[in-house]
């Protein structure tokens, strides 16, 4: 276990936080499963390693087009007074110790198909985040280009809300906004490129960005992973309907078909969407990383 009772900051709807030192953070992802900004009572199996290695693969994939707070992943860098005997293999796979930045209020989402809120803003308005599109649109339709559709990062318990780039402005200030709307853009289509080659299509994901003392933006949290990200098939996509995919829209699906608000307590997830999340995870994983999973949970290495 962690000894962390005096180093803890917070828990967030998968992550648990921790305060190493001035400058580092400890970010350890769990086996939790949220949905509509509910965390639901089932865990998804080793879900937490997946989205630690895939955000591992994608920090390094692009590093050269934002500097990224990653700095380690290893228990052994940890100081002692964190970490017990037992803790150490519990945190293999799923712990990164980040650098400590600001984090800034805006969830920087990009969109290169039609999909989610971004459909159902267009069916009512014609624009995405004030964002004007074609007319005649269909749903998983590709659009002309990558666009960019932030949302407010609303407190805990409430929902995110699509604003326009303007609203951005007056959160984080011009020169800000103008830095991460290029970089969230230029990180897409580096994401879209990458997963394009494994026939995956990436409809849409978002980023959240930080700012650290020295005023220096940086890319933080979780990278293209399946709770971040729309991930399809390539071989069966179909514009005009919702598509198969390899993210947590398995369980969205699921969900949207009992009888249930979207207040907490969500649902118990049965046995078969518990293993069919878990199996479109590792995919997604092995798939994009070109690594084998199973190594992964051995080793703690990205390789074949």
Not at 53 to 60: M, V
Not at 168 to 189: K, N, P
Not at 239 to 268: H, I, N
Request: net charge negative; proline share 7%; aromatic share 8%.
């Amino acid at each position: 276990m962690l000894r962390a009772e005096s180093s803890f900051l917070r828990s967030g709807k998968v992550r648990d936080l921790y305060r190493i030192d001035d400058d580092r953070l400890l970010l350890v992802a769990s086996d939790r499963i949220s949905a509509f900004d509910v965390v639901l009572p089932t865990p998804i199996p080793d879900k937490g390693r997946v989205l630690t290695g895939l955000s591992r693969f994608w920090f390094a994939e692009t590093a050269d087009l934002v500097p990224g707070h990653l700095v380690g992943t290893s228990p052994s860098e940890l100081p002692a007074r964190l970490v017990d005997g037992g803790a150490a293999e519990e945190l293999r796979g799923r712990m990164m110790i980040g650098r400590r930045a600001e984090v800034l209020p805006v969830e920087c989402v990009v969109r290169g198909y039609l999909a989610g809120s971004g459909w159902t803003e267009y069916r009512a308005s014609g624009a995405v985040c004030g964002v004007d599109l074609p007319a005649g649109l269909r749903e998983s339709d590709r659009l002309p280009e990558p666009v960019f559709t932030p949302a407010w990062k609303a407190p805990q318990g409430q929902h995110d809300v699509n604003i326009p780039f303007a609203r951005v402005v007056s959160l984080i200030g011009r020169d800000r906004a103008t830095r991460v709307r290029e970089a969230s853009l230029a990180l897409y289509r580096r994401g879209a490129l990458v997963c394009e080659r494994a026939g995956i299509l990436l409809a849409d994901t978002k980023f959240e960005f930080g700012v650290l003392p020295s005023g220096e933006v940086i890319l933080i949290d979780e990278v293209l992973t399946p709770d971040s990200s729309r991930f399809w098939e390539a071989a069966a996509y179909e514009p005009g309907r919702a598509q198969p995919s390899y993210d947590k829209q398995f369980v969205r699906d699921w969900l949207t078909a009992q009888p249930w608000d979207r207040t907490a307590p969500g649902p118990a997830l049965p046995p078969e969407v518990v293993d069919g999340t878990r199996d479109r995870y590792v995919t997604a994983f092995e798939r994009i990383t070109g690594a084998s999973f199973a190594r992964y949970l051995e080793e703690d290495v990205i390789a074949a």
